[in-house]
Every structure is written in C-alpha cells, then in structure tokens.
C-alpha cells in the first residue's frame, strides 16, 4: 500500500503536477499581480464589465484585463526586457568582484562572480538616478508596464527552458529536483524539471542570472517605480508603502550580501535549471513577490508612529534572524567546527557519504545554536519577515497575503524534499542529527 502511494505521488509530482502548474499558475499570478496594479480584483473584473470588445467572449475579456492576450507582447515591454538582461549581463560581468567555487552533487562545478551586493546598490541607485534625477525614462514605467513586461518574460522563460530541454551537453547532470536520476525522461520533464544542475551559457552561469540578477534584482526596481506611482498619483508617500518598501529592501540587502550562501541552497546546488526554476524565477518572482508594493500605490494607509516602529524593529529582527542562522552554519563549516556559537564551541554530526562516482566525502551537521532547534528554523523568521512587510497593507483585501501563503507552502514543501534528500546521501548520520534534533521547522508543533 505504502509503496503505491509512493508510486501515484511521485507520478503526480513529475507528470500530473507540471502540467495543472504551467496552465494554472500563469493565469493565477497574472490575476494576482492585477489585482494589486488596480487595487482590488473587483477593479479588474470591473475592467471585463466595461470592456468596449463587445463581441468577445467573458474568458477573453479576462485574459486582456490581466494581460494574457498580448500575442507576442508590445515593443515597449521587449525594450524594457532586453535593456534590463543586458544591463544586468554587463553588471555581472564588468562590476569589481571575486569568484567563488558553487557546490555541485554531480556533473560540472559552477563558478559564480561575487559582485551582488555592489550590484544590488548600482542597479537600484542607477535606476533611481536615470529616471528621476536625468530624466530618461519616467521612474513609473516598470508598474505602468508591468502585464506586458510579464507577458515578454513568459514567452523568454518559455523559450529559454526549451532550449535548454533539447540542447546537447557534454555530461548529462541528474540532480535532485525531480527525485530521480533517470535521464531517460520525456521532453515534458526535461522542459520543466530541467537536464542540467549547472548550465552554462556564452561564460555565465544560467540559474545565477535568472534566479538573482533577474528575479530578484528586478523585484526592488519594481518597488521603486510603486513608490514613484504612487507620489504621481497623490503627490506623496504613504508611511504605510515606506514600510513595507523598506523591509523588502533590507531583506533583499541581506539576500544580495549573502549571494554567494545562496549558491549552497537547495535551488542552486539540487534543482535543475527548467520550467520550475527559470521560469518560477523570471516570471512569478516579479509578479507575486512585490505585490504588497503594488497593492499600496492605490490603497495608501497611514499608520500610527508607533505601529511603523514596531513593524520596522520586527522586520528587522526577522531578517537578522533569517540571516544569523544562515550564517552560522556557513562558519562552522568554512572554520571545520573551530568556531563559537552563542558564546560556546559548536556540537556537531560528521557525517560520511559517497558520491556518484563511489567517492567517500564528510559534512558537518551542526547540531548548536539555531540549527539546535529545528532543522530549517531559518524559514521562520523568513515567513515571518513576509508577513510583517506585508502587514501594512491592512486587511482589505487578502491579494497582498498571497505571498505569504505562497511562501509558507513553499518552505514547508522544501523541508520536505530537502529531508528526503538528506535521508538519502547521508543515511543512518541523518537520522542521527534527526534524532537530536526532531523538529523540521516549528519547534513542538512541525
């Protein structure tokens, strides 16, 4: 029995899954991402009611209102899409910084240029300078364009994961993304789980650029123009879009001064580069991931003093959190144990696996300090940090939440595959540290 369900969850996870999400989760965020633009998803069906295509069916209506019947997307939008991968391509490559060896379970290592946060700081000052301060573009542009640019990034994403589904490698990589190594799959799986843990391309390394320099650098850019919208609407910004502007960026702060730890995560060591990765962090990224931003330009709040401080000082914290626990196991691990943590010499697991090619390797487990408490508390004070710059938004409207939700989701699914994962490359050490430390996430309840 049990191995029947093993068996129809994994066929739902790499064949039925992929397929309800490819057709499903474009529509949804596009709904989502609407809605926040307009300020309430009744705008945007509002929009459908009042549409002068008399003659169109409702479906189709709908599909314009959120952007999904573009055709190949407007000349402005593929301007915007080519400047900024280009720009991005030019910052990676040409902004001082040194290079670091990725981790790899199998095939080719990667080498990452680690230039983020430098380039996290000239892109958004640069933004900053040529719309508003030189006047070249208007600085709403990104939110007046946002359907369209999303359209393009679709039909990119799209493209980009066939190509890389049907080109031909020197070394196939199995990974774990899938939960198999078996490389005899169709061209469904290979399209959207992808072939490849590390693709190269023309010197770059594929899933830095779209996962970092694409998804997330166009995530503050997006906030910005939101913070321009909004002053060009009401001739001010609200305390309340402050915040939450605020938060993200310090959170994207940590993210980008901690590049070079997430090239250790899951995403970047395991997952293929296909459908769910590229396009996850190409698309959906900037559709869902600034939506408190989007959802306040319309729907501005003044908050009480008070209220804005707390809020800051827990934000904050939670992101101090997320990134301390990081943080220390990176130097456990870089200092072979030989370190402190919370004031005291670390307790470790030394745990032995052995590669594809029968290989013997050791890892550190660390058993102290956040590590000590669950086996990924560090998704708390990241859910948590979501929350809180989502909080300002008040309660309205639950489209600014999604996030959160869609988060939350997302983590507890990825303890999961990363437990799975553990299970099965360090055995009997795993279930060692699990034993020491029982909780996935939430300490006494998950």
Request: aromatic share 14%; net charge positive.
């Amino acid at each position: 029995m049990g191995k029947n369900n093993d068996t129809k969850q994994g066929r739902f996870r790499l064949i039925f899954g992929p397929i309800f999400m490819m057709t499903f989760t474009p529509v949804f965020a596009l709904t989502i991402c609407a809605g926040c633009l307009r300020g309430s998803l009744a705008s945007v069906l509002d929009d459908v009611s009042r549409s002068s295509n008399d003659s169109g069916s409702p479906l189709v209506k709908f599909f314009t209102a959120i952007g999904l019947a573009q055709g190949l997307g407007s000349p402005t939008a593929w301007t915007i899409f080519v400047v900024f991968v280009a720009s991005q391509l030019i910052v990676l490559k040409c902004v001082p910084g040194g290079e670091e060896e990725g981790v790899t379970a199998t095939g080719r290592t990667p080498v990452y240029k680690t230039n983020g946060l430098a380039s996290f700081f000239l892109t958004t000052t640069g933004y900053v300078l040529l719309s508003i301060v030189f006047g070249l573009f208007p600085a709403t542009i990104l939110y007046d364009n946002l359907l369209e640019i999303l359209w393009v990034a679709e039909i990119a994403s799209i493209v980009l994961c066939l190509w890389l589904a049907v080109r031909k490698t020197s070394k196939p990589q199995t990974g774990t993304g899938t939960e198999s190594a078996n490389e005899q799959i169709s061209l469904l799986l290979k399209f959207y789980w992808g072939r490849e843990v590390h693709p190269s391309v023309m010197g770059f390394e594929l899933k830095q650029v779209t996962n970092c320099r694409f998804g997330m650098m166009i995530w503050p850019l997006i906030m910005i123009s939101c913070m321009a919208k909004q002053w060009e609407i009401y001739g001010y910004i609200s305390n309340s879009m402050a915040t939450a502007a605020f938060l993200q960026f310090a959170y994207l702060t940590k993210f980008f001064h901690w590049e070079s730890g997430y090239m250790r995560t899951l995403d970047m060591m395991h997952d293929r580069a296909g459908y769910y990765i590229c396009w996850g962090c190409m698309f959906y990224v900037p559709s869902i991931y600034p939506s408190p931003a989007m959802y306040l330009v319309r729907n501005p709040n003044s908050l009480p003093t008070l209220v804005v401080a707390a809020l800051v000082v827990s934000g904050l914290l939670c992101v101090g959190l997320n990134y301390q626990a990081d943080w220390q196991k990176q130097e456990v691990r870089k200092s072979d144990g030989r370190c402190l943590i919370w004031g005291e010499p670390p307790k470790v697991i030394r745990a032995k696996y052995t590669d594809e090619n029968n290989v013997e390797h050791s890892q550190i487990l660390l058993v102290s300090g956040w590590w000590g408490i669950s086996r990924h508390f560090h998704y708390i004070p990241e859910i948590l940090a979501s929350l809180i710059w989502t909080l300002p938004c008040l309660f309205e409207s639950g489209l600014p939440y999604f996030y959160v939700i869609y988060l939350t989701m997302l983590l507890i699914d990825r303890t999961d595959r990363d437990d799975r994962r553990c299970l099965n490359k360090y055995k009997s050490y795993w279930k060692k540290y699990t034993e020491a430390v029982p909780y996935k996430m939430i300490p006494y309840i998950y």
